[in-house]
């Protein structure tokens, strides 16, 4: 059981809101609580992994029913990990669904390799803005898109090259990447099979390929697929350290109150989010 310090939304839960993300997948909860990315204080536990009074985060129950909309919840404790004692509620909070994703994206499924090319979509984003911490920390040659305002900051992660993806003609680009995240999805999955040299690979994370899509990847000698994350207590321990190295730092754009998580999420739907936005109580 976690006393909840601090949380953060994701356009997952914009989406599951709306009827759509995993909406279907936890419709028939009763009641049906959002949020998955927590951090905070554990207040009982059933678990030798930790004792009352440690201070942790974690992604909690993802794909599934993760009620972190709450000032105290019931989590496994295979799915969390120790916060490090340098690292502030809200940051960590910050790091959990977006880190993991990354991670699981470029590490676990992509398996970049130092030296490749890897390409990060929406790279001031939420996923986008770690991906990219996580991709140099791989020792990739990165470069990451966004709007031409974000640029200095896209850079300021670590990105070698920017690329302002409004306008840009990614048909008449080389393609050079070995690696794609795409945190965009639609039509953006034509530009990243541009974007990608053959034998290379794209990841979709807001939405699946379709078959119109994938044929026209593997038509290309391109693997393309899409993942959904989930839950790690052991991934989340990799992120720990991370973090606690100042490898991955999360950038906070701006924090709420629990009392405005309306205003939270209107700020979560313009989709000009700079990182990541953090919710306490």
Not at 81 to 106: D, G, H, Y
Not at 202 to 214: D, H, K, Q, R
Request: proline share 2%; no cysteine; glycine share 10%.
């Amino acid at each position: 059981m976690i006393k909840v310090k601090a949380i953060s939304i994701n356009p997952v839960d914009v989406k599951t809101r709306s009827g759509k993300g995993i909406y279907g997948r936890i419709k028939t909860e009763t009641p049906l609580i959002l949020g998955w990315d927590i951090a905070g204080i554990v207040a009982e536990t059933q678990s030798d992994l930790f004792k009352i009074g440690d201070e942790v985060f974690g992604m909690v129950n993802f794909p599934g029913h993760g009620k972190a909309y709450s000032e105290y919840i019931a989590a496994p404790a295979n799915q969390l990990a120790l916060k490090p004692r340098t690292i502030s509620f809200e940051n960590a909070a910050a790091t959990t669904l977006v880190a993991l994703t990354a991670w699981q994206a470029l590490v676990t499924n992509a398996n970049v390799q130092k030296g490749e090319k890897v390409l990060i979509h929406a790279a001031s984003g939420g996923v986008g803005h770690i991906a990219v911490q996580i991709a140099k920390y791989l020792g990739a040659e990165v470069t990451g898109t966004s709007s031409a305002k974000n640029k200095d900051f896209v850079l300021g992660l670590g990105a070698d090259k920017h690329i302002n993806y409004n306008g840009y003609n990614w048909a008449s680009q080389s393609r050079e990447y070995d690696f794609v995240l795409d945190t965009i999805g639609g039509d953006n999955i034509d530009n990243s099979i541009f974007a990608t040299k053959k034998g290379g690979t794209i990841i979709s994370i807001p939405t699946g390929l379709s078959e119109a899509v994938t044929k026209k990847a593997k038509e290309k000698g391109i693997n393309g697929y899409n993942i959904l994350v989930q839950s790690s207590g052991e991934d989340m321990k990799k992120i720990s350290s991370l973090l606690e190295q100042g490898i991955i730092k999360p950038f906070v754009s701006q924090t709420f109150h629990f009392e405005q998580m309306a205003e939270a999420h209107l700020q979560l739907e313009t989709r000009k989010t700079v990182g990541k936005i953090v919710v306490t109580f």
